[in-house]
């Protein structure tokens, strides 16, 4: 061992304050009450010895050669784990899992990551409970399969344990921050790697729901043309089970946005989506805009909604910048709002609770369902191409758009009508007014 105290270090003979001059090596072991021993060492490039002090254990205080003997071995275990850190670097000795987590989630602010806010929960709900004052350099694959026993074991507040896929997105999250640390040079290498079958397969928690979460096209007409649910949310819903548009990308759509004159159906381009939680404009998930045929119900829809609903709403003529369903203070639609006026709206009509997210797969479904061509419903929903031969591929407009038309929903007869006509109906006595603020309003004829 002392080869190699003087082949890569400098041991300082003694420590500040002690009065010895001679026969204090390897350390300088002094009585304060109790035995002690203080460790001086002068690493390779570091301005300053590092020094550490602790007491000797009784055991081995009773006699000088003990003492001496306990310094030694001491001397040797600190001076490995100083050496390694040195080796690590700096940064590897100091930060801790939950210093770098606020780190990389800074930076992936910076870089505009669209699913941050998910990420800084999953790792204030999950990992930092666990892991958070561990320190990076310590980190290895074992900790990762006790994160993920911890999870699949942990109850969810929706009732029962964490879904697999939950798990999932937890452990890759954390795994991406791993990921960071190795490429600024904290870490050597990725200590998480697992094996195939130590992560959870993705499977839905319940396996029936699938099955259930779709409307029917006699329910969507229902929630397009009862007069008991508000008209800007009535074209809201004809857009989202129409288009297969996300609820985001639907609250971002303009009047700019609609081409009511292409042919053989109208266009509506949508090439943003309103983030609720940053409260700004962003791409749309896959960054790339979604070009949708406009289902002659919905043409239907947004003329009348265009020509009286929305300027009697707003209190002035629409432009083409301005928001096709805005909210009342010209603000695009908050998701969480969206979806707790949706249930509320499934409540009015005595119809089942289900996802806002599953208009985009009623959608398909109902496509499906009436004849459409599952590979031009893919390029209207995910057009971003799904492999290499989809890049030499584009589906005709005139394919999407009979695809589109092949959807079997309708308006019920009468059901759409313009704030104006409400108005002037509620004046007759044969509707009866608006009793919640939703503003729906109820026909007093059977």
């Known amino acids: 061992m002392s080869h190699v105290i003087t082949r890569d270090v400098v041991r300082v003979s003694h420590v500040d304050g002690c009065k010895r001059s001679r026969f204090c090596s390897p350390a300088c072991v002094r009585e304060y009450g109790d035995w002690r021993v203080d460790y001086r060492i002068q690493l390779p490039h570091e301005p300053k010895p590092r020094r550490k002090r602790e007491v000797i254990p009784p055991e081995w205080s009773v006699t000088k050669t003990k003492r001496e003997s306990y310094a030694e071995q001491r001397e040797v275990f600190w001076l490995s784990k100083w050496l390694q850190e040195a080796k690590d670097g700096p940064a590897a000795k100091r930060t801790t899992v939950a210093e770098l987590s606020q780190q ?7 870089k505009g990551i669209p699913n941050v806010v998910v990420e800084e929960q999953r790792l204030k709900d999950h990992i930092l409970p666990l892991l958070g004052s561990k320190k990076v350099s310590e980190i290895r694959t074992r900790h990762a399969i006790e994160l993920i026993e911890a999870l699949q074991a942990k109850e969810s507040v929706r009732g029962g344990k964490l879904a697999p896929r939950t798990v999932r997105q937890i452990y890759f999250t954390f795994q991406q921050m791993v990921r960071y640390a190795v490429r600024i040079e904290i870490l050597n290498g990725n200590p998480i790697e697992l094996e195939r079958g130590e992560v959870p397969k993705i499977v839905d928690k319940d396996l029936l ?57 109208g266009r509506i381009v949508a090439a943003r989506s ?33 020509m009286g609903g929305w300027r009697e709403r707003m209190k002035r003529e629409p432009t083409a910048n301005d928001l096709i369903v805005p909210t009342i203070n010209d603000t695009p639609r908050d998701v969480r709002k969206a979806l707790e006026d949706f249930h509320e709206d499934l409540d009015r009509l005595g119809l089942r609770r289900r ?44 394919a999407r758009c009979s695809a589109v038309s092949c959807i079997k929903v309708e308006l019920r007869q009468g059901a759409v009508i313009d704030l104006v006509t409400r108005k002037r109906r509620v004046a007759a006595g044969t509707i009866e007014a608006p009793t919640s603020a939703s503003g729906a309003m109820k026909d007093k004829a059977p």
Not at 281 to 305: D, G, I, N, Y
Not at 367 to 375: R, T
């Open 209 to 265: 729901w699938r099955q259930s979460a779709v409307f029917s096209a006699g329910e969507v007409e229902q929630l397009i043309s009862d007069t008991r649910i508000s008209a800007h949310r009535r074209v809201a819903y004809a857009l989202e089970f129409l288009t297969g548009l996300r609820t985001g990308e639907t609250s971002a759509l303009r009047w700019g946005d609609y081409d009511p004159d292409k042919q053989p159906l």
């Open 274 to 306: 309103w983030d609720s939680k940053r409260k700004l404009f962003k791409p749309t998930k896959t960054e790339v805009a979604h070009e949708v045929p406009v289902h002659p119900v919905l043409a239907a829809v947004l003329a009348r909604w265009r």
């Open 104 to 110: 990389w989630l800074d930076r992936r602010k910076k």
């Open 355 to 398: 996802r806002h997210y599953d208009s985009r797969r009623t959608f398909i479904s109902v496509g499906l369902d009436s004849g459409a061509s599952k590979d031009i419903l893919q390029t209207i929903t995910h057009p971003r191409p799904a492999d290499a031969f989809d890049l030499y591929r584009t589906a005709s407009w005139e």
